[in-house]
T-cell receptor
Framework: DADVTQTPRNRITKTGKRIMLECSQTKGHDRMYWYRQDPGLGLQLIYYSFDVKDINKGEISDGYSVSRQAQAKFSLSLESAIPNQTALYFC?????????????FGPGTRLTVL | QQPVQSPQAVILREGEDAVINCSSSKALYSVHWYRQKHGEAPVFLMILLKGGEQKGHEKISASFNEKKQQSSLYLTASQLSYSGTYFCGVNFGNEKLTFGTGTRLTIIP
């Protein structure tokens, strides 16, 4: 079984709709991240969480919100989707205290906003 | 603050060598290298820590020059399976990674 899972894997929605992307992990990591990747570009950090009670904005948080329901679950919401948010979304996890912050990525969710 | 990667793209024949560079304008605590196949998740390759030595295994290795705030990834005797986009992720000491824009590597038979 995959250590980091994302649901759904693909989603097509319409402008103005609210949608939620979910991430679950069995790695036992306390840190979780949401990234966005546009075609041909790198990974941009949307939000990150170092534990259940710690939520932080990343570089491009406008138009997004998150919820850390448990150590193993981190959800990303688009309150009112717009076509500009069409992208590949990745969740990642890392462990505290190793001094490395190596991140492990989920398989991604391909989101299309029409 | 985004690290700059060079080259942006490279095409090699199987068996040739490649070097991918990652440069930062700010001091680095660590550098992480990832490879991403098209449409798939980035996969961790290796990490280089400040004060650490060059890392690597078999035909993929990397170095970290703290003074120049630069890291290089070395791929020797490239294989078809090495194709993909390589990203460096840098840690400025703030417990997050900032990723470069990537280097697309294509290996042809």
């Amino acid at each position: 079984d995959a250590d980091v899972t994302q649901t759904p894997r693909n989603r097509i929605t319409k402008t103005g709709k609210r949608i939620m992307l979910e991430c679950s992990q069995t790695k036992g990591h306390d840190r979780m991240y949401w990234y966005r990747q546009d075609p041909g570009l790198g990974l941009q950090l949307i939000y990150y969480s170092f534990d259940v009670k710690d939520i932080n904005k990343g570089e491009i948080s406008d138009g997004y919100s998150v919820s850390r329901q448990a150590q193993a679950k981190f959800s990303l919401s688009l309150e009112s989707a717009i076509p500009n948010q069409t992208a590949l979304y990745f969740c990642a996890t890392s462990a505290r205290g190793q001094g490395s912050d190596t991140q492990y990525f989920g398989p991604g969710t391909r989101l299309t906003v029409l | 603050q985004q690290p700059v990667q060079s080259p942006q793209a490279v095409i090699l024949r199987e068996g040739e060598d490649a070097v991918i560079n990652c440069s930062s304008s700010k001091a680095l605590y660590s550098v992480h290298w990832y490879r991403q196949k098209h449409g798939e998740a980035p996969v961790f390759l290796m990490i280089l820590l400040k004060g650490g030595e060059q890392k690597g295994h078999e035909k993929i290795s990397a170095s970290f020059n703290e003074k120049k705030q630069q890291s290089s990834l070395y791929l020797t005797a490239s294989q078809l399976s090495y194709s993909g986009t390589y990203f460096c992720g840098v840690n400025f000491g703030n417990e997050k990674l900032t990723f470069g824009t990537g280097t697309r590597l294509t290996i042809i038979p």
